[in-house]
C-alpha cells in the first residue's frame, strides 16, 4: 500500500476507534438474519467462520448461537476489545494486508468491511480470502453500490456495483459465483442506499485422471 493509501487506511481506523460505541449501537442489533442464513445454508454444521471485518460483532454472535465455530478479525483496536468483551472469544486485531491463512475456513463472512479496502488492493485481497477457505469453502461480501472510491464521512470507502465485483472476481481467483443481488439498506434511516451482495464458492479439486495400460 502507497503512502497516500496508508494514510487513508488509518484515517478509517481512526474512525472506528473514536467512534466504536456508537458504531456498536448503530449496528449490533440490526436484523441481518435473512442474508446470515442464505451464507449458512452453504457451510457445514459445526464448521469454522472466519468474521473478517466483525465490527460490532453481531453476525459472528448469530454463527456462534447456531453452533459454528467462528474467528473473528477486525482492524480496529477499539472495535476488537468491546467485541471481544461481548462475544466472549478473543476478536483478532489484524489489518487486511496481515491476513494470509491457508486452508483454514469453511466459510469467510465479510460484511460491509472489504468497502475499505482500495480497489487496486482487492484483486489480491480476494485471492488471499480465496486461499484461506478448505475446498468448497464459501465467501459471502457487501459493498456500498456506485462507482465512487475515495474519502466519505470520515473513512475510505470503495463501492462496487455488480458488474465491477463480478470482474474484479473473475480476473483474480478461480471462486465459483453462486449469487449475486442487490439488496437495501437495513438500517431505517437509509432507505435510498443500495448494496452489491455476493456469494462464491471456491471449487474442490479435480480429481485425478489415473490410465491403466
Known sequence: MDDKLKVMNDVT??????????????TRDLDFSAIQ????????????????????????????????????????????????????IPVECQSFDQFHEQNQFDGLWAC????????KDLPDLFSRIENSLK???VFYCSFKQSDFEGLRNG???SDLTIEALDQ??????????????TSEDV????????????????????????LFF
Open 13 to 26: 481506523l481512526n474512525y472506528y476507534d473514536q467512534n466504536a460505541k456508537a458504531f456498536i449501537h448503530n
Open 155 to 157: 473513512r475510505y470507502f
Open 37 to 88: 442464513n442464505r451464507f449458512l445454508q452453504y457451510v457445514p454444521d459445526g464448521g469454522l467462520i472466519c468474521d473478517l471485518g466483525c465490527g460490532s460483532g453481531r453476525d459472528a454472535k448469530a454463527f456462534l448461537d447456531a453452533g459454528y465455530l467462528v474467528k473473528a478479525i477486525d482492524g480496529s483496536a477499539k472495535l476488537c476489545q468491546i467485541t471481544s468483551r461481548w462475544l466472549q
Open 168 to 181: 474484479l472476481i473473475q480476473t483474480s481467483t478461480t471462486f465459483q459465483p453462486l449469487a449475486y443481488w
Open 112 to 119: 460491509s468491511s472489504l468497502l475499505h479496502c482500495p480497489k
Open 187 to 210: 438500517r431505517a434511516d437509509r432507505p435510498s442506499e443500495k448494496w452489491t451482495n455476493a456469494l462464491f464458492q471456491k471449487p474442490e479439486p479435480t480429481p485425478e485422471l489415473i
Open 135 to 137: 475446498p468448497g469453502g
